[in-house]
């Protein structure tokens, strides 16, 4: 069972059409889930940190949001430069370490 | 603004041959980390250092060795390298630990025939 999973694996968006991109974890102890941006050719760039339930953080058409469980990503009227990959990694401790898994991300494409 | 340089971007080898992936950072990080990330997978974890002289595995650690001598460097190497080593490699740093957001260099693409 996948530790942290993202859903759906691609979408596909019209210019102007919210939605939200969804990361559910299993993992107990959580101590921070990340969202990353990551572009064709590029390496993943950060967006946000969550730390702990109820948190949300903005940042232009972008809105992150965190439960128990699972963390959504908001868009807001996309548009084509928001088309890429997003990347959710889930931090937690186990066995006295700490541990970070990234998800398998979800393509977005929005067309204009 | 510099941040994560990783050499080489794209690298072709024969199986059994070795090399090394640099990576050089100027932010002044603590925490450097190795991912791969393979079609239809996360970025996985290789090796990370939590500072100079300080390194552990993580994730996917077989056929790779690591080593930090500088807070700057932090290079990947293969050993021997095999046709399951064909991957897209990041290196990546934040200030102090895993709980702060990670800066990612832009990847080396290696093709192992």
């Known amino acids: 069972e996948d530790q942290v999973t993202q859903s759906p694996e691609a979408l596909r968006l019209q210019e102007g059409e919210s939605s939200s991109l969804n990361c559910s974890y299993t993992?107990?102890?959580?101590?921070?889930l990340f969202w990353y941006r990551q572009d064709p050719g590029k390496g993943p760039e950060f967006l946000f940190t969550?730390?702990?339930a109820g948190e949300e953080k903005e940042k232009e058409r972008l809105k992150a949001t965190l439960t128990k469980k699972e963390s959504f990503l908001h868009i807001t009227a996309p548009k084509p430069e928001d088309s890429a990959t997003y990347l959710c990694?889930?931090?937690?401790?186990?066995?006295?370490?700490?541990?970070?898994?990234f998800g398998k991300g979800t393509k977005l494409t929005v067309n204009p | 603004n510099a941040g994560v340089t990783q050499t080489p971007k794209f690298q072709v080898l024969k199986t059994g041959q070795s090399m090394t992936l640099q990576c050089a950072q100027d932010?002044?990080?603590?925490?450097m980390s190795w991912y791969r990330q393979d079609p239809g997978m996360g970025l996985r974890l290789i090796h990370y250092?939590?500072?100079?002289?300080?390194?552990d595995q993580g994730e996917v650690p077989n056929g790779y060795n690591v080593s930090r001598s500088t807070t700057e460097d932090f290079p990947l190497r293969l050993l021997s390298a095999a046709p399951s080593q064909t991957s897209v490699y990041f290196c990546?740093?934040?200030?102090?630990?895993?709980?702060?957001?990670?800066?990612f260099g832009d990847g080396t693409r290696l093709s192992i025939l």
């Open positions: 990546a740093s934040s200030p102090r630990d895993l709980n702060q957001p990670q800066h």
């Open positions: 993992v107990s102890g959580l101590r921070g």
């Open positions: 969550l730390y702990s």
């Open positions: 990694a889930v931090q937690w401790e186990w066995g006295g370490s700490e541990k970070l898994v």
């Open positions: 932010m002044n990080h603590e925490y």
């Open positions: 250092s939590v500072g100079a002289g300080i390194t």
